[in-house]
């Protein structure tokens, strides 16, 4: 029972290096999401995604993009990396049913440093 | 715009305690979801229960109990007799339901230390 699974688990990136986080889902799940979160701040929604081939900003999406190519997976990227954006990521997903309250499936998380 | 409030940012109890965390939200949806979720110390979040906002039903599981009430609009999460394995930061959140599309607002957390 795999889940949510991402990677890397810990990266440490220099200012100015870019890089992308994976996040696979096994679940058959239409919708995908990329959380940060920081002390104090609970998690904060990046971007999210309702399907294959579409992407959405959430709540700080400034200095991510995303993609969702295939239903499966769901890749947050930073093109240039800054010392803000040091933070654990969290990839969810979950299942679309018109009304209902599918819950949100965490990954582990990524623990991203900038230095 | 929604919000959530977990005015508690830090709680510590000796084990075999009850302790009640609070959950306080803000929406202008009639028709929204509610979930508590659970970050032990090894960092993963696990969910623990959902609740839609039709339903004001309280509910038990085990050791756990949810107190949810539209007037006040809160939805609080109470531990009966608590164990140090209830160690751990606890997140309401509120899911807001659009079009068919749907994210969640998180509160800032609650830490609960439970020692021995």
């Known amino acids: 029972n795999a889940g949510v699974t991402q990677t890397p688990k810990f990266r440490v990136l220099k200012t100015g290096q870019s890089m992308t986080l994976l996040c696979a889902q096994d679940?058959?799940?239409?919708?995908m999401y990329w959380y940060r979160q920081d002390p104090g701040m609970g998690l904060r929604l990046i971007h999210y995604?309702?399907?294959?081939?579409?992407?959405a900003k959430g709540e700080v999406p400034d200095g991510y993009n995303v993609s969702r190519l295939k239903k499966q997976n769901f890749l947050l990227g930073l093109e240039s990396a800054a010392p803000s954006q040091t933070s654990v990521y969290f990839c969810?997903?979950?299942?679309?049913?018109?009304?209902?309250?599918?819950?949100?499936?965490f990954g582990d998380g990524t623990r991203l440093s900038i230095l | 715009a929604q919000k959530v409030t977990q005015a508690q940012t830090e709680i510590s109890v000796v084990e075999k305690e009850d302790v009640t965390l609070d959950c306080v939200y803000e929406?202008?949806?009639?028709?929204?979801?509610l979930f508590w979720y659970k970050q032990p110390p090894s960092g993963e979040l696990v969910f623990l229960i959902r609740?839609?906002?039709?339903?004001?039903q309280n509910e038990i599981s085990g050791r756990y109990s949810w107190n949810f009430q539209k007037s006040t609009s809160s939805f609080n999460f109470t531990i009966t007799a608590s164990q140090v394995v209830d160690s751990a930061v606890y997140f309401c959140?509120?899911?807001?339901?659009?079009?068919?599309?749907?994210?969640?607002?998180f509160g800032k957390g609650t830490m609960l230390l439970v020692s021995p």
């Open positions: 959140a509120l899911k807001k339901v659009d079009s068919g599309y749907s994210t969640l607002t």
């Open positions: 929406t202008r949806d009639t028709t929204y979801y």
């Open positions: 609740r839609n906002s039709v339903d004001e």
């Open positions: 995604s309702v399907g294959e081939g579409t992407t």
């Open positions: 969810a997903s979950s299942y679309h049913l018109t009304g209902s309250d599918q819950p949100q499936h």
């Open positions: 679940m058959n799940h239409e919708y």
